[in-house]
Nanobody, 119 residues
């Protein structure tokens, strides 16, 4: 069954770094735009970064220059390198695959990994 599995979250002090990973299983990984979204407590989910099948990237203004999204199609992996983390980066981070047609029983979202930035 197709799924996305995130890992790499944790507790980090302000100014620290983390790299999130997302493993894709059962998805035609290479043809889709992939992305990272986040949801902070009490807030709506927001787009953080995306990368197309041709490696064009997008970053939210709040993370430009600090975060880097990348993908490895051969390993079916998506990454988010996060540097100079700030308390406002604290959130649950979700991997997303931009499929317009989602097979029954599947989802375009991973289960999330929590990032906490705190001293």
């Amino acid at each position: 069954q197709a799924q996305l599995v995130e890992s790499g979250g944790g507790l980090v002090p302000p100014g620290g770094s983390l790299t999130l990973s997302c493993a894709a299983h059962g998805i035609l990984f290479g043809i889709y735009t992939l992305g990272w979204y986040r949801q902070a407590p009490g807030k709506q989910r927001e787009r953080v970064a995306t990368i197309t099948s041709s490696y064009t990237t997008y970053y939210a203004d709040s993370v430009k220059g600090r975060f880097t999204i990348s993908r490895d199609n051969t390993k079916e992996m998506l990454y988010l390198e996060m540097n100079d983390l700030k308390q406002e980066d604290t959130a649950d981070y979700y991997c997303h695959v931009d499929r317009q047609v989602v097979p029954a029983g599947q989802t375009n979202w991973g289960q999330g990994t929590r990032v906490t930035v705190s001293s």
